[in-house]
């Protein structure tokens, strides 16, 4: 759903990626620089109970994954290993977050179930993302589902930050429900999501499978 609006954020952003360009930057590096900010905002300040701030150094970074694409095509730099290493340090980020905010829990948040609940969405986004790589790698599609990467990580970012402000506005603990309600319907979600992946591809394989059988 959230993919309509990357050739907006794409834009925005396109004069700092021309910017790094004229410095001899590489794609590569900023994608590998996007990382090292997302991660260190997830594991240093989520774990402390400074949600908001961990949430706003998360979002300064996360904009590099649009950044690079950019560079990357303006440049001619475009290439397998930098889809490779774009794809596998997306991995690495997305668990940051989630196992950041498992820390939280295991922390300050001090709930054990919040923290499994955390650690669920993680393995999980994790699956969703598997599912459609091994898919592709075998020659076949699997890019179907509820919850794409852009929609999870902007719903667990946005409900985070907001939360924590609210509470810290005044309002109380109580904000700070949204998060635990908020990974409950990620983990329900990107569960469904695994399954039509899961599903999509038994079917495209015994389509495959009936060709074959009949020489078509």
Not at 110 to 120: E, G, M, P, S, V
Not at 156 to 179: C, E, F, M, Q, S
Request: with cysteine.
């Amino acid at each position: 759903m959230l993919e309509r609006f990357r050739q907006f954020w794409t834009n925005v952003w396109a004069p700092l990626g021309n910017l790094l360009l004229r410095m001899g930057v590489s794609p590569n590096t900023v994608t590998f620089v996007g990382t090292l900010g997302v991660s260190a905002g997830a594991v240093i300040f989520f774990p402390q109970g400074l949600l908001l701030v961990g949430v706003l150094v998360i979002t300064a970074f996360v904009f590099s994954d649009m950044i690079d694409g950019y560079m990357a095509r303006t440049s001619g730099q475009v290439s397998k290993f930098g889809a490779f290493w774009d794809s596998t340090l997306d991995r690495i980020g997305d668990a940051a977050i989630f196992g950041g905010l498992a820390m939280y829990y295991v922390g300050p948040g001090d709930n054990h179930w919040f923290a499994a609940l955390a650690i669920y969405c993680l393995s999980m986004g994790s699956v969703t993302s598997y599912a459609r790589a091994r898919a592709e790698s075998l020659g076949m599609q699997a890019k179907v589902g509820i919850a794409e990467r852009a929609d999870r990580l902007v719903a667990i970012l946005v409900v985070t930050g907001a939360a924590d402000l609210v509470n810290r506005l005044g309002v109380g603990k109580d904000a700070l429900w949204a998060i635990p309600v908020t990974l409950g319907v990620l983990a329900v979600a990107s569960t469904v999501t695994v399954i039509q992946r899961v599903l999509v591809v038994r079917d495209q394989a015994r389509a495959l499978a009936a060709e074959g059988d009949t020489g078509v």
